[in-house]
């Protein structure tokens, strides 16, 4: 794999162009936490969140590693209204990094009437 000098990794653009893009390597501080706030979004049924779709808030705290960060949870629906529900967690160290941030996300399905 191409690095550039101080060794970020990069992949090339496509298969005649010879400039490189940086990746990002994920991080596992911020994916633990996200991780663990899906779980906590998780616990609330389909039932107790369909009246209030879409919803979403954020809060800013600390992240297993220490670092200052804002968790945002978002709740919205997957495909069509009253379906299932997609939960997204997304974790990172403040508006100006959030392209740095890690997300986890998991669908609640739609419980029989």
Not at 46 to 72: C, K, M, Q, Y
Request: proline share 9%; aromatic share 6%.
């Amino acid at each position: 794999m191409l690095a550039t000098p101080a060794g970020h990794p990069v992949k090339p653009l496509g298969r005649d162009r010879r400039i490189p893009t940086l990746t990002r390597a994920p991080d596992p501080d911020l994916k633990a936490m996200a991780e663990d706030e899906l779980a906590r979004a998780l616990s609330l049924s389909w039932r107790a969140l369909s009246p209030i779709i879409p919803w979403g808030d954020s809060f800013d705290g600390i992240s297993p590693a220490g670092r200052n960060v804002t968790v945002e949870t978002s709740y919205i629906w997957r495909s069509d209204k009253d379906g299932d529900i997609l939960c997204e967690v997304a974790v990172f160290g403040g508006e100006s990094r959030r392209e740095a941030g890690e997300t986890a996300s998991a669908v609640i399905v739609r419980s029989s009437p």
